[in-house]
């Protein structure tokens, strides 16, 4: 997403149709906050290496099915903050290998 896009979904008046420009800022913010955890160690699941060729819609597959069944398991996690889950899946699926850290 460029400045410009952030724009374009930032200028509405409508506090509804604002929503996406509130939800990617949030998500930015959150995940600055879970990559400080991971920087410091605070994270159970370690530090990810993300590959450079994974596309934005696997990332969106592996969320929604760790999702599902996590709440189907654990339906008390839905009060858990969802940047906690992201980052646990994308670190559980590309953890860094000891020697690259």
Request: hydrophobic share 40%; charged share 20%; proline share 6%.
């Amino acid at each position: 997403m460029t400045a410009g896009d952030l724009q374009q979904i930032c200028s509405s008046a409508n506090r509804d149709v604002d929503a996406p420009c509130r939800f990617y800022i949030m998500g930015i913010v959150q995940g600055i906050n879970i990559g400080l955890g991971m920087a410091d160690g605070k994270v159970a699941s370690g530090r990810p290496c993300i590959p450079d060729d994974v596309q934005d819609s696997k990332f969106e597959m592996l969320v929604k099915a760790k999702l599902g069944a996590d709440l189907m398991v654990n339906p008390g996690d839905k009060e858990l903050p969802a940047s906690s889950l992201v980052g646990a899946v994308i670190a559980t699926t590309f953890p860094c290998n000891k020697a690259r850290q």
